[in-house]
């Protein structure tokens, strides 16, 4: 049985990082964990483009957008959805989740969710770079990872006989 997965070597791959304006105090720790993932795995910072969107909903459509282009190997996507006083933030936060989700299968590029969806602020802290992690950092490396493995798949396709 030949088993295959996508290795952690970023040299010579793009990413698209999407940061979402609203609640840009995690969004700003998730993309330095995102961008500080990447280079730490090969990943010229010259590799990594920064496209900001106002806030979580309106991510699906730059995601298209970016993968219109084909330039990119995998697209990132950060922000932040905090649970308000009332259920605005499924809305918003499912939404978001099925048009990423789509844009991936669609365009056949990875498409990381590194949207947080969390009850209060001190939530969204702890998983920007706190004690829960830096779930930027982990969006990062499942694009670079899957990214990768896609690459894999492709070299299998080409050498067919």
Known sequence: MRTFQGDMIGSGLRFAIIGSRFNELITGKLIQGATDTLARHGVSFTDMDLFWAPGAWEQPVVAKEIALTGKYDAIICLGAVIRGETTHHEYVAGEAAKGLAHIGLEHRVPVAFGILTCDNLE???????????????????????????????????ANKD
Do not use: V
């Not at 802290?125 to 670079?144: C, H, I, T, V």
């Not at 493995?149 to 299998?156: N, V």
């Open 123 to 157: 939530q969204a802290l702890m998983r920007s770079g706190s004690k829960a992690g830096n779930k930027g950092a982990e969006a990062a490396l499942a694009a670079l990872e899957t990214a990768n493995l896609i690459k894999e798949i492709h070299s299998l396709e």
